[in-house]
Nanobody
Framework: QLEFVESGGGSVQRGGSLTLSCQAS????????IGWFRQNPGSLREGVAC??????DYEDFAKGRFTLTRDNAKKTVTLQMNNLQPTDTGVYFC?????????????????????WGQGTRITVSS
């Protein structure tokens, strides 16, 4: 069963950086699509950035500020977040599913993912 443990949340000031790490429990993530999502109270969960064997998919707000790195040997997917803004505040979740997504379409949507971590909170103050 695919499970995740997220780490790296915390509090930073506007313009700061954080790195989130997602550790998967399966024997190998080579054939899995894994991504990061976020949610604030009263808001829908939204995609941030996802990695499939076919390629990565970033939300517009993440492009240029966030970098997703996949390490199949360590079974981790890391999200480096720079120039953080108060609007980035929320609970960040790691999620995954078996299989490759079509990189020609926007696939980093919560509905496409089956297994979820517990989440890690980040707070960006102004």
């Amino acid at each position: 069963q695919l499970e995740f443990v997220e780490s790296g949340g915390g509090s930073v000031q506007r313009g700061g950086s954080l790195t989130l790490s997602c550790q998967a429990s399966v024997f190998s993530i080579d054939h899995y699509t894994i991504g990061w999502f976020r949610q604030n109270p009263g808001s829908l969960r939204e995609g941030v950035a996802c990695s499939s064997p076919s390629g990565s998919d970033y939300e517009d707000f993440a492009k240029g500020r966030f970098t997703l790195t996949r390490d199949n040997a360590k079974k981790t997917v890391t999200l480096q977040m720079n120039n953080l803004q108060p609007t980035d505040t929320g609970v960040y979740f790691c999620a995954g599913r078996y299989g490759t997504m079509n990189r020609k379409i926007h696939y980093c949507e919560p509905i496409n993912f089956e297994s979820w971590g517990q989440g890690t909170r980040i707070t960006v103050s102004s």
